[in-house]
C-alpha cells in the first residue's frame, strides 16, 4: 500500500514520506489492536487447557505434568452423569427444535396472513429475553400448569430456547430461496411430498444443519435458564460445574472444561466442513 | 373423442390484483406445431405459460389439453413439461440426476432411466457431461441440460420461456436451429416464448402477437409479416412506415386513403371504414425510388419526393425521403456492382417513389 502510493504519486518526496509514515502507523496500530484481541480470546482458555494438566490440587503455580485429573473427572460419577445428562438433553432438544423451527420457517416464508409482521417479531423476541427472564418465566409456567421439575421441563426448557435460532438461520436461506426450483420438481410430476424430500429441504440443508449446531452447542452451554428448570437429581455439565466452582477452582473441572472445548472445536470444524461440501454444488 | 388441438385457450383471463396479465385470449394450438407467443415485455407471455403448465389459474376462461378441460389439475399431473427461463436446474444434483428426476417420479424402471438419461443427453449433445453438477457449467450446457430433463419424459406438449434469452449471438442461432431439428425430429408441439421478432420468424409454423395481455394475431411468419391485421403488429414486426391519412374509398380488396392531399391505396385491413382516420402501413423494402424522369407521374402510388440522407449499407442503401411532410424509410437492394461512388442518388436530390397497392396496408387508426 505504502509503496503504491509513493511510486505511482507524482507528488514533492516529503509528502511521499509523510503518507508512508502514516499508512505504516496505521499499520502498526491495527496489529497491536488485532493480536491483544487475539490474545485476549485465546490465552485465558490456553492457561485453562495448560493448568489442567498441572499436579499441584489448586492455585495457579506449576508444579509439574499430569493426566491424574483427567483419570479423576472419568471416574467421576457425577460429572459423568452431568455431561451425559447435558448430551441427552442437547440432542433431544435440537432434533425438536429442527423440525419445529424449520416448518416455522417455511410457514412464516411461504404464507401471508394478518398481522404477520408482528408474529414475525415474536420468534425473534427470545433470541433477545435476557436469560433470567426467560428462567424465571418458564418455572413460573411450569408451576402454574403444575408440571413437577424434571427431565420434561428441562427438555421443554430446551426446545423453547433454541427452537428461535433454527427458526432465524433457516429463515436466512429461504430468504434467498429460488423457487422455480420446486415448480421445476412439480412440473416433472412430483407432488407437494416429494418436492419437499428431494428438492426443498436438502437445498436448506446447509440453513438447517447450522441452525442445529448453533441449538446443540447453545444447549450445551445452558446455565442459567437448566438451573431454573431442572428436577432434583437432572443436573447438566454447566449446571454441575457451578456449586464445585463455589469451593476452589479445581484441575478436575480444568480438565472437564478442555475435554467441553474440544468437543466444541470438534462441532466447529465438523460444521466447516459440512458448508464446504455444500458450498461446492 | 380426440381433439383437433394439442392445447385450445378459451377466452382465457388472469388477473393479478386489478391488473390483467392476460385479458381475453384465446388461441388453438395445433399438435406437433412449433408455435410462439410473441411480445414485448411484461405482455403476458409468460402468464400464458405458467397457466398451462399449471401453476397459476385463470381468473376466468378454460385450458384444453387435446380437448380435454385442464380445470384445477395439478402441474404435476400433467403431461405436459416446462423449460423455464432461468433452467430452474436442481443445483444440489448432477445432471444425469436432473434428468433422471421426471421419470423416477414417474415410477419407471432403474434400467430404462438410465437408458433413456443417457439418450436424452445424447440428443443434447452433452453425452460425456452426466455426472457434473450444473454450476460446473456455461449457459449454453445448462439450456441443454433443461431440455433433456424436460424432453425426456416424452410430453405431449412443451412449453419453453425464453431458452435462448441467456445466450450470445452466436450459440443462440446454433440452438436455434438445433431446437428446430429436435422438434421435427421428435414430433412434439413446442410453445415457444420469445420477444425475439426474428427468432420467431425463423423457427416458427405460426406465431401469436401479444400487447398488453391481448393475442393480436395469430398466423404464419408470412402471414403475420405480410398482412399485419394491425398497427402493433406491423410496427412490432420488421420495420414499417406509417402515413396518416383518411379513408376516401373502398372498392374490393383495396382502400383509398388521403394522406397530405396525396391518394394512396393500398390493401383493406380488418375494421377499416369509409371516411374514418386510418394508417397506410408500407414496408422500407417494399418500394421503389427511380429517376424522375423514367417515372410515369400519374401511375398508382407513385410520386415526387426529396432524398433526404443516403447510407450505404452493402446489401442494400437505406434512404431516407421526404413525401408530403412526412419522412420515409426506404431500403433499395444493391442488385448491380460498382465501383462508382455516384451511382446512386444523393442527398437533396429529387425521385419518384411508387409501390404496387398490394404493397401497402391501410389500418385503423
Ligand atoms: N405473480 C404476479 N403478481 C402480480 N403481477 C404479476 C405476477 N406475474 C405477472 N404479473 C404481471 O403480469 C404482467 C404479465 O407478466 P408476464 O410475466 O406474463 O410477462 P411476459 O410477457 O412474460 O414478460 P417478459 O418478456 O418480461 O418475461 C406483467 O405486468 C406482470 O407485472
Ligand atoms: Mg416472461
Redesign the interface.
Known amino acids: 500500500m505504502a509503496q503504491l502510493v509513493s511510486a505511482s504519486s507524482s507528488a514533492p518526496a516529503n509528502v511521499a514520506g509523510e503518507s508512508r509514515a502514516r499508512v505504516s502507523a496505521g499499520r502498526l496500530v491495527l496489529t497491536t489492536i488485532t493480536a491483544a484481541t487475539f490474545a485476549f480470546l485465546y490465552v485465558p482458555i490456553f492457561v485453562l487447557i495448560i493448568f489442567s494438566f498441572n499436579q499441584a490440587k489448586s492455585g495457579a503455580t506449576w508444579t509439574g505434568f499430569t493426566t491424574e485429573w483427567y483419570a479423576k473427572m472419568f471416574a467421576n460419577e457425577d460429572l459423568i452423569e452431568a455431561a451425559l445428562n447435558s448430551l441427552l438433553v442437547g440432542t433431544i432438544s435440537t432434533l425438536v427444535a429442527v423440525v419445529l423451527g424449520t416448518l416455522l420457517a417455511l410457514a412464516m416464508e411461504r404464507y401471508s396472513f394478518k398481522g404477520k409482521a408482528f408474529w414475525d417479531g415474536l420468534l425473534y423476541m427470545p433470541v433477545i429475553i435476557p436469560e433470567i427472564v426467560a428462567g424465571v418465566s418458564l418455572l413460573l409456567f411450569f408451576a402454574f400448569i403444575g408440571l413437577e421439575r424434571g427431565f420434561p421441563t428441562l427438555l421443554a426448557a430446551h426446545v423453547a430456547f433454541t427452537t428461535p435460532f433454527v427458526y432465524l438461520t433457516v429463515r436466512a436461506r429461504l430468504a434467498d430461496f429460488?423457487r422455480?426450483?420446486e415448480?421445476?420438481?412439480?412440473?416433472?410430476?412430483?407432488?407437494e411430498w416429494?418436492t419437499f424430500w428431494?428438492?426443498t429441504l436438502?437445498?436448506l440443508m446447509p440453513g438447517v444443519v447450522s441452525g442445529a449446531l448453533l441449538a446443540f452447542t447453545l444447549s450445551m452451554d445452558d446455565f442459567i435458564i437448566s438451573n431454573f428448570v431442572k428436577g432434583v437429581g437432572w443436573n447438566t455439565l454447566p449446571v454441575y460445574v457451578w456449586p464445585q466452582l463455589k469451593r476452589a477452582v479445581s484441575p478436575e473441572i480444568n480438565a472437564a472444561s478442555t475435554m467441553l472445548l474440544l468437543f466444541s472445536i470438534f462441532i466447529v470444524v465438523l460444521s466447516l466442513v459440512l458448508q464446504r461440501r455444500q458450498s461446492r454444488? | 373423442m380426440k381433439s383437433d388441438f394439442a392445447i385450445e385457450l378459451v377466452d382465457v383471463v388472469k388477473r393479478f390484483g386489478t391488473v390483467a396479465a392476460v385479458d381475453h385470449v384465446s388461441m388453438q394450438i395445433r399438435p406437433r406445431e412449433f408455435f410462439a407467443l410473441l411480445g414485448p415485455s411484461g405482455c403476458g407471455k409468460t402468464t400464458c405459460l405458467r397457466m398451462i403448465a399449471g401453476f397459476e389459474q385463470p381468473s376466468s376462461g378454460q385450458l384444453l389439453l387435446q380437448g380435454k378441460p385442464l380445470g384445477d389439475i395439478p402441474a404435476f399431473k400433467r403431461n405436459v413439461n416446462t423449460v423455464f427461463q432461468s433452467y430452474a436446474l436442481f443445483p444440489h444434483m448432477t445432471v444425469a440426476q436432473n434428468v433422471a428426476f421426471g421419470l423416477e417420479m414417474k415410477g419407471v424402471g432403474r434400467d430404462e432411466i438410465r437408458r433413456r438419461v443417457a439418450d436424452a443427453l445424447d440428443l443434447v449433445r452433452l453425452p460425456q457431461m452426466a455426472d457434473r453438477y450444473p454450476k460446473q457449467m456455461s449457459g449454453g450446457q445448462q439450456q441443454r441440460v433443461a431440455l433433456a430433463r424436460a424432453l425426456v419424459n416424452k410430453p405431449e406438449v412443451l412449453l419453453l420461456d425464453e431458452p435462448l434469452g441467456a445466450l450470445d449471438y452466436k450459440l443462440r442461432k446454433e440452438m436455434q436451429i438445433e431446437l428446430k431439428q429436435m422438434q421435427q425430429q421428435l414430433g412434439i408441439t413446442f410453445i415457444f416464448v420469445t420477444h425475439d421478432q426474428e427468432e420467431a420468424l425463423t423457427m416458427s409454423d405460426r406465431i401469436c402477437v401479444m400487447s398488453t395481455g391481448h393475442a393480436l394475431q395469430v398466423g404464419t411468419p408470412l402471414e403475420i409479416y405480410e398482412r399485419p391485421n394491425c398497427k402493433f403488429v406491423a410496427d412490432f414486426i420488421g420495420e414499417t412506415n406509417f402515413l396518416p391519412g383518411v379513408v376516401t374509398e373502398i372498392s374490393g380488396e383495396y382502400a383509398t386513403v388521403n394522406v397530405a392531399d396525396m391518394s394512396l391505396v393500398g390493401r383493406l385491413g380488418e375494421g377499416v371504414t369509409l371516411g374514418a382516420s386510418a394508417w397506410l402501413s408500407v414496408r422500407p423494402e417494399k418500394m421503389q425510388l427511380v429517376d424522375e424522369a423514367r417515372a410515369n407521374p400519374s401511375a398508382l402510388n407513385t410520386n415526387s419526393v426529396t432524398i433526404d440522407s443516403v447510407a450505404y449499407v452493402g446489401s442494400d442503401t437505406r434512404v431516407v425521403v421526404h413525401l408530403g411532410g412526412q419522412r420515409l424509410d426506404v431500403w433499395d437492394e444493391n442488385n448491380i456492382s460498382t465501383l462508382d461512388p455516384n451511382f446512386y442518388f444523393r442527398a437533396g436530390e429529387r425521385a419518384s417513389l411508387s409501390f404496387p397497392a398490394d404493397n401497402a396496408l391501410v389500418l385503423v387508426k
Open positions: 429460488d422455480s426450483v415448480e421445476a420438481a412439480m412440473d416433472l410430476g412430483a407432488d416429494h428431494r428438492i436438502p437445498l454444488i
